[in-house]
């Protein structure tokens, strides 16, 4: 199953989306239509894909400026971690931190631990905490690949000093959900470029922390 990616908005945050013949998985719109929501549009209309789902790894802006819009224009229901519900009242999470605009309000259903379809793909949703409380890596084996939201970077991890950020959660994440998957499997993060599971176990420096 094909997958493509494009760094969206003013932190360059990595949209994935999943997809084949008919249906589309779009995973973190971080950027509306003036930051590269069109170019995630075009993909779609080109490919002549319908949306099934709008999945969110985590509440944390950068990942979320184009979630209402697209809701809007594709019909296709929001899915995010009640975990990271705390988020949603902190700068952080709805926006407005560091001067970064607010994120245009959404209304999401609870996406939890387990197999799921949406449409015809299926994958199975894992629960990383660490990063945020509720963070979600999406695990797609028909495409031995797994993307981690902020939870794991090429040779890094996210950032754990943001309200319920805990760094022994996110280690344990990483050793009980990631690398449990089989060496070769692909990771696509929430930033920066692609690794996969076996680089990351034999060169991530932050793994012991």
């Not at 971690?81 to 959404?106: C, R």
Request: hydrophobic share 35%; aromatic share 10%.
């Amino acid at each position: 199953m094909p997958i493509a990616s494009f760094s969206l908005g003013p932190l360059e945050t990595n949209c994935h989306i999943i997809y084949n013949d008919t249906d589309a998985i779009v995973v973190d719109p971080g950027g509306d239509k003036a930051t590269g929501l069109n170019d995630i549009l075009a993909f779609l209309t080109e490919k002549k894909l319908t949306v099934q789902a709008i999945l969110c790894t985590h509440l944390h802006f950068d990942h979320l400026y184009g979630v209402s819009e697209l809701h809007e224009l594709t019909g296709a229901e929001i899915y995010a971690p009640q975990g990271d519900s705390v988020l949603w009242n902190t700068e952080v999470g709805s926006g407005g931190a560091w001067g970064f605009p607010k994120v245009t309000p959404f209304e999401w259903t609870d996406l939890s631990e387990g197999d799921h379809a949406f449409g015809s793909i299926e994958i199975k949703v894992l629960s990383t905490p660490g990063h945020t409380p509720g963070s979600l890596s999406f695990y797609v084996p028909s495409m031995e690949g797994v993307l981690t939201g902020d939870l794991l970077f090429y040779h890094s991890v996210g950032r754990t000093d943001f309200p319920g950020s805990s760094t022994a959660a996110l280690i344990k994440s990483l050793h009980k959900k990631i690398f449990v998957l089989p060496p070769n499997t692909k990771v696509y993060p929430g930033h920066g470029s692609n690794t996969n599971v076996g680089e990351e176990l034999a060169n991530n420096p932050y793994l012991w922390l």
